[in-house]
């Protein structure tokens, strides 16, 4: 047993995203609160019609309680997991199956952050373990850093292809209104940029943003009264494998290749299913893992498939559309934010809006490639 | 029953790099009470401190502070950590190196750092 999922039960009724970019004055709580109240009124609910909460934010450790004493919810359930990036990706798997057991009827699921405006620096309390610590590994830079220098070394990946990952984000931002860093970018860019830890220099890694995301979700049954097209969950797996880089049996393979297996076994659906991926873009290298993780090209082929332009505009395969951690948004933690950019392609409403998007993935990653965390969407001509 | 953390710290004091064995051959760090994923008891062992290179990282700083390495060892006897190579410029570490483990009593605490060997 195991892995029995409601495909197609449960749907996302309402999103929305807040204050990208910069919002100076503004608490993290006060944009998750927006967020939150522009999601609920897109789906066409009102707030005390949300009965369950689920929420991870970065600097405060009880977020699930002083999140609903802010909005004044009471919720029947209420989630503050610490995956990380991947916590809303879990969230909507936990929320797909309460809301199909009927234990819950409507899930608000919220993240928001001011890290740019408050600082610019991660506004993270994690930090290495006991083990690691004494050698300062950046955190969590360097453990990207020894996962890209492996893939590089075992697979004759270039520092060429991690800039084509950086180059395809950009030119996907270029023409999203919403993303923060638009403009040229050029390989010549890429290769000259500082290095911070080697072979990770500053353009290969996200973004530091304010913003704040939210999405609602009912039984898909109860979504189709309500205001926006159906987008409905067909699978959600999450797996985590290891906290700390040094644990990792082969650093240069992640939770993904479990985490997108079993989500899309639940959802019926194979890699070439998938019209658009979303994928979290915390550093270049995450990018081909996933690719090569989740099935979208065999490992070791990532860096050659990012650079023969797949992934880019006009590609075979569209990746992280909205322009990604690394030139859309990062306040961070950005897994919700690829939720909410599969789920406004399937609806129609993306800024780089692809045709004919019947499925779409959207993949968390925590940690340090620690927890991974796959949702597969579907349009109604899936279900 | 002693603190696994606390013994591996005492012999790492001595100059001595402990691991531990699972019952099935698989050799465990950082040290804990059981095996991870069965629960078996733990046995401890000196390791015999070289290994290799797996994979590494040189982190900048701002001139004129010198880069440091991050690397992950393969110790020969199994376990994978992560350390620090001395005595190598970003020239000349490289992944596969061979490496042999001492303890750096300089700073107080006792570290476990790693160098270049020649087998």
Redesign the interface.
Known sequence: MGDTFPRGGTAIAGLATFGIGEMPGFTSMELTAQAALLAVRDAGLTLPEVDALFICQPDDFFSGLSFAEYLGLQPRYTDNNRTGGSAFMSHIAVAAMMLDAGYIDCALIAYGSNQRSNGGKLATRISSNQ??A?????FPL?SY???T??HM?EFGTTREDLAAVALSARAWANTNPEAFAKGPLTLEDCLSA???????SVRDCCLVTDGAAAIVMTRTTRARDLAKRVVSVLGAAAATWWN????APD?TVTAASESGARAMAMAGVVPKDIRTAQLYDAFTINTILFLEDLGFCPKGEGGRFVSSGAIAPGGSLPVNTNGGGLSCCHPGMYGLFAVIEAARQIRGEAANQLADVDVALAHGNGGTLSSQATVVLGSPATL | MSSPEAQWRAALAEGRLLLQRAPDGRVVFPPRLAAPGTGEVLEWFEASGRGTVYTLSWVNRKPPAEPYNVALIDLDEGARLMSRVEGVTPATLAIGMRVDAFVDQAEGAPLLLFQPVED
């Open positions: 083990w690691d004494p050698y300062a590994p950046l360097t850093a020894l996962a220098a492996r070394h500082r290095m911070v830890s080697t072979p990770i700390s880089i040094a644990q650093v």
